[in-house]
């Protein structure tokens, strides 16, 4: 008979366990395997078994997949030019599986280039004002006073005035048309909900024991902000960077739709949309590159929710 | 009660004063009101020119147009269009009138449609009812407007010129001169709109109140009125649903303030004279002060309504005190 497995490390010693991934001694147990698990790996688990945030994950990895090795996946450029076929409906002649647009260009390919634009803005606009929004949020909440109210309120100016309005006055007046200038311009109207989650949690954390045990020992403030309070923080925010793609991208398709975002001939998919309006008769023109943006819609939203159930400590929806 | 209201009134006027300062900048910034006139200098000579900006205040600085600004605001309800040299009021208040009929009739059928279908679907969950609605509300808030409206475009284009049948249009307000608001030709118009804005508040407003119902079903008060041998339909009826609501009066009243916005793809793809359509063609042509009275309209519409929204759920939720 042997002895149970010491569970728990005895008074007085270190418990081992505690540090993230660290092994416990199993040397006691025969037969019997412990293996310590961090808050990061529960909710890797829990992310890994939620179906639909898994069809989302797959579905963003084919579509993006697609637009990222776009010159080598498009069966022709994006602006091929093929006079003898216009306007032709989806067919497998000559591989035109979306058709072709007004001047005889290869549809498919055309979509497969305008997913590459709309995730690059996507892509970027969500980091890059998900990184602004945290320092914001982090300078608002941490240090409070002046600095905080200023940041606030330039974050009440955003609410009094519609956002898109406010971003269709601005792609007016910096004469938009550039890509680059659109995820700027996306990027910073974004960041203002991130700063508000991040400087919410900054002033509750702000005030725990263990920051002022930081304090104690000795550790500058950007320590304290970015190794202790932060990580706190990352749940909320890694959603919300996820939904902001989404969102960067259905908002440059709006504005180019509206003639204010990206100008053609790059395509994106709001601008093959928008090209399509024209064409009400060839239904191809509008229905497939929007088809493909629901998609990328709905994708993101499922993985969203996979990661709020998964990176909620406090959820156990799904078995980890 | 009234000091927190009246707070909140004068705490918003600095708020507007700012956002409003910001957009004049910008706007004013942007490019030259009298470029078109300029472009022409045969019929516009530059003594011309010159008396127009004099009059329009555009040779002063900006704080100083900006003061004038203002005052036109107050004094002359927005004054005039730099181009067309109309007045803006009755133009905003006709594009209004517009915006609300459709915007207002696609907002209650979508909050009566919501709410029926979020009770129904919390109540019987994980039913085929609940997982059917969840997919449409999921496609719906997925789907962006402008792509809808164009497929509801696409398919009456194309049922009229196959069969020669007028179901409904599929731009503009009206197909004679003039038309009464609530004319059935009217209503053949705005249809298409309403439909699609529909779908999306409806894909929005039914997730929501799904959600609270089943916050509030699980909570103890109920399993206490289940306990005392109250019939389910008035557990439903009484205890969980009027609490439910709560949340969703707040979040409608806070939709509604964004609503004078107007719906700007919607109105511009169906061609609707409302103020989304009014703000995006006097963008296009930089008419910076019709432009300006649109933002000012929709500010202080969004403040209004928020602190409704509040006062409202203070009023409504008996633990919310504002003092």
Not at chain 1, 96 to 124: A, K, N, P
Not at chain 2, 157 to 174: A, E, K, M, P, Q
Not at chain 2, 236 to 247: E, G, Y
Request: hydrophobic share 50%.
């Amino acid at each position: 008979m042997t002895e149970p497995a010491p569970l728990k490390a005895p008074p007085g010693v270190v418990d081992s366990t505690i540090g993230a991934g660290a092994a416990l001694d199993t040397s006691a147990a025969e037969g019997l395997e412990l293996e310590a698990r961090s808050q990061w790996s529960y909710a890797r688990r829990r992310f890994l078994r939620h179906r639909l945030a898994m069809i989302g994950l797959v579905g963003l990895v084919i579509i993006f997949g697609a637009g990222a090795l776009a010159p080598w996946v498009a069966p022709y450029t994006f602006d091929q030019i093929d006079l003898n076929l216009v306007l032709h409906p989806p067919t497998t002649l000559a591989h035109h599986f979306f058709g072709t647009d007004e001047i005889g260009r290869d549809y498919l390919s055309r979509v497969i280039y305008g997913i590459r634009t709309s995730e690059q803005v996507g892509l970027v606009v969500a980091f890059a004002s998900t990184l602004f929004g945290l320092i914001m949020g982090a300078i608002a909440g941490y240090y409070r006073g002046w600095i905080d109210n200023f940041i606030m309120r330039i974050t009440d100016l955003f609410l009094t005035i519609p956002v898109l309005v406010m971003l269709l006055v601005t792609a007016a007046l910096l004469g938009a048309g550039n890509q680059w200038l659109i995820t700027g311009i996306l990027a910073a109207f974004f960041w203002t909900p991130i700063a508000r989650i991040v400087r919410g949690v900054f002033l509750s954390l702000r005030e725990k024991e263990y920051v002022e045990a930081a304090k104690a020992v000795g550790a500058g403030d950007l320590r304290i902000m970015f190794r202790h309070i932060l990580p706190n923080t990352l749940g909320p925010i890694i959603v919300n960077a996820t939904l902001t793609v989404a969102d960067a991208i259905i908002t440059e398709a709006f504005l180019s739709f509206l003639g204010q975002g990206i100008k053609p001939p790059t395509p994106s998919l709001g601008v093959l949309v928008a090209g399509g309006q024209s064409f009400p008769q060839d239904w191809w023109l509008t229905v497939l590159p929007g088809l493909v943006l629901v998609l990328i819609v709905v994708c993101v939203n499922f993985v969203g929710d996979g990661l709020r159930d998964a990176l909620d400590p406090q959820q156990r929806r799904v078995r980890a | 009660m009234l000091t927190y209201i009246a707070r909140r009134i004068l705490y918003s006027i600095p708020v507007l004063v700012a956002s409003s300062f910001i957009s004049f900048t910008l706007l004013t910034e942007a490019g030259d009101p009298l470029a078109n006139l300029r472009a022409n200098p045969r019929t516009n000579s530059p003594q011309i020119l010159h008396h127009l900006a004099h009059v329009y205040h555009l040779d002063q600085s900006l704080p100083v147009r900006y003061w004038y600004w203002v005052q036109s605001v107050f004094t002359q309800k927005f004054g005039v269009s730099l181009l067309t040299s109309q007045p803006i009021w009755p133009d905003i208040t006709r594009a209004m009138g517009h915006t609300l009929q459709i915007v207002l009739l696609a907002q209650l059928i979508a909050l009566v449609l919501g709410v029926a279908v979020g009770i129904y679907s919390a109540i019987r969950q994980y039913s085929a009812f609940d997982y059917t609605f969840t997919t449409v509300s999921f496609l719906g808030y997925a789907m962006p407007t402008f792509w809808l409206a164009l497929i509801l475009q696409i398919l009456f284009v194309d049922i009229y010129l196959h069969w020669h049948v007028r179901i409904f249009y599929t731009s503009g307000l009206n197909s004679g001169v003039t038309s009464s608001t609530w004319s059935l030709d009217r209503l053949q118009h705005i249809a298409l709109p309403v439909i699609t804005l529909t779908v999306v508040s409806f894909a929005l407003y039914s997730r929501y109140m799904r959600a609270t119902m089943l916050d509030v079903i699980n909570s103890d008060y109920v399993r206490t009125a289940r306990a005392k041998g109250l019939p389910e339909h008035l557990v439903v009826m009484r205890h969980v649903v009027r609490n439910a609501l709560i949340p969703i009066v707040t979040v409608s009243a806070l939709t509604f303030g964004g609503l004078l916005a107007g719906a700007i793809v919607t109105e511009t793809i169906f061609t609707l004279d409302g103020m989304g359509f009014y703000f995006i063609t006097k963008l296009n042509q930089l008419d910076i002060y019709a432009v300006m009275a649109y933002l000012m309209v929709v500010a202080v519409s969004i403040v209004v309504f928020n602190l409704i929204a509040d006062v409202l759920y203070g009023f409504l939720d008996p633990r919310v005190r504002y003092d």
